[in-house]
């Protein structure tokens, strides 16, 4: 394995500066004793979140605010980022669209919590992930990290 660059983005909290959000590795086939595929890999860092922005943190902290406040123009308000509104709509969309592939994937740490009452599927995914990851300031961070799979 040989690293071949770093992936780079924008970063959080300003759209002119870029940040490491990852790295490159090759897979290296070209000498004869190595016996690798020769193809090269994309490694993203837990706290990055792959297609997206915000990092893994303010993501969970939106989602909670969310669950909290239910309104999601408000809860994006309130984490003080500098996104449209519209933002907030689409990543919200991006997490129900996943919502299966984020509950298959959890269902491997650990078996679902009971059903609250309100019954809203995106509430039910939040605390699934805390019941997965109970001691973690930052459940999106625990689940790609453990699962080593894109949370989104």
Known sequence: ???????????ETDENRKSCRGRRVFCNNRKSRNNGCGHTFSVWTADKV???RLGANTLWRFFKLVSVLGNKAEALRTL???FSISSAYRIWKRFINS???IRTALARCCPPPKPS????PAEETIAHLEAAFPRENCPIVAFQHRLQISFL
């Open 117 to 120: 009452h309100a019954g809203q």
């Open 1 to 11: 394995m040989i690293l071949n660059g770093k992936l780079y983005g924008y970063a």
């Open 99 to 101: 919502q299966s592939h």
């Open 80 to 82: 003080n980022v500098d």
């Open 50 to 52: 792959k297609r997206l």
